[in-house]
Structure formats: C-alpha cells, structure tokens
DNA sequence: TAGTGGTCTAGACCACGGG
DNA sequence: CCGTGGTCTAGACCACTAA
C-alpha cells in the first residue's frame, strides 16, 4: 500500500485482467504516469518492470509499453501459487480433505530434504485435491515447528499459504521447485482416484523464508492426466 | 554490454558458479559496490537485483547481500533455456540428430498455434537428443520464414538459439511455456528410445520477439523417467 | 549510534521510432 | 524533429540490524 511503484502494478494488473484494459492497447507513457501519480520517472519504470516481469505489458524502445495478448486464465501457475490460489482462478469448485495432521519428529528423509537433524519437530499435513468428484493431486507437506507453532485442520482446509502470510505474518520469500514423473506409490494409489496409469507428476517445492531459511517442504503428487504447469520467462 | 548494471551482475553471478564466492558469504555492501564500480547506489542495486531474481543472493535488511546455497548444477533449466545450453551444464555428452528439416506452409494446427494463416511460409525442424545412448527427447520446431531466412542442418545440429541470437541477431524476448503429459504417439515410439511407459512429457514453447510477434512454436516431448524441470521463484 | 538495504527524487544523456 | 523507453547520477529519508 505504501509503495508507489506496487500501486501502480497492482492498478495496471488489475485492469489488464480485467480486461478494461486491451490485449494491445497502449500504456500512458512513463512520463505521463509519473505526473499522473506524482512521482519521478524512475518510480514508474519499478512499476512497470514489474509488469513486464509478470507478463503484463511489453516494453518498446521508442514506441512505448503494450499490453500482452496472453491468455489470463491458465496463467499464474508458474512461481509461488498455491492450490487455493490456482483454484481461484478456474470455473470448478475444488475440494481439499485433509488425509492426516501429525507433529513428529523430522526423520531421516525429511531431515535431509529440510537440512536439519533428524529429531527436528516438525508438522506433517497429508491432503488430497479433488475436482469433479475426483481425486487428482495428494499434497504432502512439512513445516519446522519453530517457524510454524499452531497448526489446525481447519487452516489445512482452506490455504496454509494464506495463514502462514496473512494470519501469521511469516513472510516467505523464495522456493525452488522441481518437476519429475515418477511411478505411482501404493499410497498414491489408494489416496487418488488414478485411471491406468501407473506414474505420478511429483512437483517438489523447498520453499524459503526472507533470511534464507528453509523451513517447508512440500511433495505435490498429480495424476498425469490432469497436470498443468504454465511458465512465463524472460530472456535476461 | 555496457550496463554498469549489468557488468556487475555478470561478475557477481561468475564468482559465484565459480565458488570464488562461497555460499552464505557477505558481498560488499552497496555503497562499497557503487565506490568500487565508480557509479551511482541505484545502479548497484539494479545489478543486485537481477543476482536476487535469478537465486544467486539474497538481499537482507539491515544485514547486507548473502550468497544463496543453492545448487548451480541443475539450475538454470528454467526460463528458455535450450538444450544444447542446458547439456553444457551437464556431465553427459549429447548428440543431436536431425530427423527432417524443410520449408512449406504452417497448414491447420500450426497456423493456429504461431495465430497466422495456415499458407504462412514456415520451417519445420524435428531432432531428436541422445544420452548415453538412448533417444530421450524429440524436438519439433515451426519457425516463421519471415524471420529467419535461411536455416540449415548444420545450424539444426548446433544450436538454433544461437545462430538467431549470436549470428543472426533476431532479438528472442520472452516465452510461455506449458507442461503436460500425453500419451505417447507412434512418431514417439518410432524415432525415441521408449521404455515401457506410454506417456510422454510434452514441453510447448511459444517464443516471442521483442515486438511481441510470435515466431516460433516448439514441442519438447520427453520421456518421462529422463524428464526433470527445475524453477527458481520469487514471492512478489 | 553507525551501517545496511528499500524507496524516492529531479534532473541528465542516450538510442530508437515515426512523422 | 519530438516523444519514447534505457541508463545513470547524486543526493535524500526511512526501517531495520547490530554493537
């Protein structure tokens, strides 16, 4: 609320959106948007950077900034999105059941993919995702219980990302994910309703606090069939 | 080339794949940087930013710039990456084969995927990439012939990246990326090394040019146990 | 209190695009 | 030519950390 350059990406990002704003329409320059929002030019190019970044606008020398013709719909899967998030945003409604919610001790696998000993307390939240009655992604999850003291099935429900941020105030700040297939587990099988196929997109995400912390790790197992992963980048 | 900002960039980002810079080491603080590099703090941090965005540092309050302990070897395999830059990071020696390449027009599906008409003049190019021996991906690229005049199979063994970017000096922008798991086709079968899994992991590329003009449709269609995508995010 | 990074300013010069 | 975005400057104040 307080920055001006994040004011102006949320505005433009909201209206692009929205679509109020059109796929090729053009910007205000950066001139006129920083007498529009009373500030210096160097504070409008943060904002619009940041839209760039995002997949927003395009930037032309000499000509000015353009909105992208990109599909909005599928989109912000790439990056830090949550289910409850990416849910959101699609015409079904999403159920999430809560499997099993236990604080133990780290244990060896876990101790090594978190970076800590292996009697490190820690919370494991097991949840399957359905869609159209059925069940497609099992979301496994450990959390450091110094960083994450409560932890109820009530927040397992909704978004732990929601509670961890809003509620709590953790900021997260970085994760890494990665992406493999992998042959579906016993558990797999009989958590999720998989149709003949025998392996399992499994998106590993080792997700950081601001000092670097690592401090989650999630396993989110999906049915091949039902998996979608978008991406936008940027060349430099 | 001459961006101060970018100079310090590429040399922080070299110390540290290098290890010169150890990771969770300090870097000078930004005033020292904007001394040392003779220039402004605003420029510093420009070139600062771009190592915290791409997971080379992270940058703390009141604390200073801290190098990340993440992996470098698996890395940059996100964004648009190719192959032939990814497989220099990589332990194996790949071979590149080049199934077909030709002229002719985009024809239905293509035309709808680069949004031209379908008698739009393209080329076609299908490899295939073995390690170790096994043909693990297959690559077909559509490019329009408006943009990219010549193309040979020499070019095609090499990287096509490069030439457009090195020789050829058409500026790639950015790209949307999407990941999914289909059934194997018998064009996977036929040119791949399968084992018994049916399914394939496709990889479509949509690449843009600084103007935004589509001009490059790309399928990376991978088996799955050789399959691996690594994304490096940050929240906000 | 001194040093750090985060934000912002009010200029400047440049390269590029189009009339 | 003028308007555009790209880079850069030399300051400023703030919030945060650590001694």
Redesign the interface.
């Known amino acids: 609320m307080d920055n001006i350059y994040y004011k102006i990406y949320r505005d433009y990002a909201k209206q692009i959106q929205n679509g109020i704003l059109r796929p090729h329409s053009k910007l205000p320059s950066e001139n006129e948007l920083a007498e529009a929002y009373t500030t210096s030019r160097?504070t409008v190019r943060k904002g619009l950077n940041l839209l760039a970044q995002n997949?927003y606008i395009?930037k032309?020398k000499g000509k000015g900034s353009?909105v992208?013709p990109?599909d909005r719909f599928?989109f912000p899967v790439?990056?830090?999105v949550s289910f409850k998030e990416l849910a959101a945003k699609m015409r079904e409604s999403p159920v999430t059941r809560v499997v099993s919610l236990e604080a133990s001790l780290a244990g060896e696998e876990i101790a090594s993919r978190l970076k800590v000993g292996p009697d490190e307390p820690i919370w494991k939240v097991v949840r399957t995702r359905t869609m159209d009655g059925e069940a497609i992604i099992l979301d496994k999850d450990w959390f450091l219980q110094s960083c994450v003291p409560d932890l109820t099935k009530e927040i397992c429900e909704d978004s732990i990302y929601q509670y961890l941020e809003k509620t709590m105030d953790i900021p997260?700040?970085?994760?890494?994910?990665?992406?493999?297939?992998e042959e579906a587990t016993e558990e797999d099988s009989s958590l999720l309703d998989l149709t003949r196929?025998e392996?399992i997109?499994v998106v590993r995400n080792y997700v950081h606090l601001?000092?670097?912390q690592l401090f989650q790790y999630t396993e989110s197992r999906h049915r091949?069939?039902k998996?979608?992963?978008?991406?936008?980048?940027?060349?430099q």
């Open positions: 160097e997949g395009q032309v353009f992208l990109i599928d790439s990056g830090l997260i700040s970085f994760a890494k994910k990665v992406i493999t297939v196929h392996l997109v601001e000092d670097a091949p069939d998996f979608r992963f978008v991406d936008f980048a940027r060349r």
